[in-house]
């Protein structure tokens, strides 16, 4: 799984930063590249923001992970195709990926 997306919201107003340094590591770490909602079409993973999280936005469309059934949410206009999965799963996932192909070289 080499194309996966983070769905960025478009935001008006500033997130909380403890939210936003929990994200920008997690997109560090894990490489996950930030990308609009069209070009999150694409993408074979849509990772989303647990339902714990702030946002500013009260149309999100509630769902859940398709990994780990937690509650997450996303924008409406959010890619239909990619499957949605929660910031925990993603890193878990990039995480096992990353050691096997460590130990495949
Ligand atoms: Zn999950």
Redesign the pocket.
């Known amino acids: 799984m080499n194309n996966w997306r983070y769905c960025r919201p478009t935001r008006k107003r500033k997130p909380r930063q403890e939210d936003m340094d929990l994200m920008r590591q997690f997109l560090e770490r894990t490489g996950i590249k930030v990308v609009s909602e069209e070009e999150a079409e694409e993408a074979d993973v849509v990772v989303c923001n647990t339902s714990d999280m702030w946002t500013p936005f009260r149309d999100n469309v509630s769902t859940v992970?398709a990994?780990?059934g937690?509650g997450i949410y996303h924008r409406p206009h959010a890619p239909r195709k990619p499957r949605k999965?929660?910031l925990?799963?993603a890193a878990e996932m990039s995480e096992r990926e990353a050691r096997e192909r460590n130990s495949k070289n």
Request: aromatic share 0%.
């Open positions: 992970c990994e780990c937690k999965i929660c925990n799963c």
